[in-house]
C-alpha cells in the first residue's frame, strides 16, 4: 500500500504482524484510541495527537490534523495502483479500446457480452487472482466489440479480456 501525503510526499506501507513497515524500515508507532475522532500515537518517547478531520472512503483519501496542521492522506492499495498503472485509475481521461489482464489468473465469469453497451464502472468480468476475486469493472462507456476469454478459462497477464468498439 502507498500512503501520498499532501501530494507530495509519498511512503510504502506494508503492515508485518502487529506492525507496520515504513518504506521497509519497521516502525515501532503504538497508537492509543481517545475518541471523538482522535488517536494519540507514540514512537519512543515522542507522542503527538491526530484528529480525523474528514474522510472520504470512495477516493480514500483522509484529512488529519497534527498540532494544528492539516494534511491530506490519499491510501492507495495494490490494485489501485495497477489500474492506475493501467491507465484505469480514478481521473483517467486517455479512451481506452482493449482492456488487458493486470495479472495471471482464472476467469470465474464473463458479466457482458459483444455487442452489449456497459457504462464507467459497470462490471465486466470476474477474475481471480492470488487466491482474491477481482471485479474487472468498464474504464469507460462503449460497446462490447469482442471478448478474449471464456468462464474457465486460466490466463496470463496481458492476455486480451475485453475490446471495445471505437
Avoid: C
Amino acid at each position: 500500500m502507498k500512503a501520498n501525503v499532501n501530494g507530495k510526499k509519498e511512503w510504502e506501507l506494508l503492515q508485518d504482524g502487529d506492525s507496520f513497515k515504513v518504506d521497509g524500515i519497521k516502525s515501532d508507532v503504538t497508537w492509543e484510541w481517545l475518541g471523538d475522532r482522535r488517536v494519540l500515537l507514540r514512537e519512543g518517547s515522542a507522542q503527538f495527537e491526530v484528529e480525523l478531520v474528514h474522510a472520504d472512503i470512495e477516493t480514500k483519501t483522509v484529512t488529519v490534523s497534527i498540532r494544528g496542521n492539516q494534511y491530506e492522506v490519499q491510501l492507495k492499495e495494490d490494485f489501485d495502483l495497477l489500474l492506475e498503472k493501467m491507465g484505469m485509475g480514478p481521473g483517467s481521461t486517455s479512451v481506452q479500446s482493449k482492456i488487458k489482464a493486470p495479472m495471471p489468473g482464472l476467469v470465474l465469469d464473463v458479466l457482458v457480452e459483444p455487442g452489449q453497451t456497459v457504462n464507467v464502472d459497470e462490471p465486466l468480468l470476474i477474475l481471480e487472482a492470488m487466491k482474491m476475486e477481482n471485479v474487472i469493472k468498464s474504464p469507460r462507456e462503449g460497446e462490447i466489440k469482442s471478448i478474449g476469454v471464456v468462464k474457465g478459462n486460466a490466463i496470463e497477464k496481458n492476455t486480451l479480456l475485453i475490446e471495445f468498439q471505437n
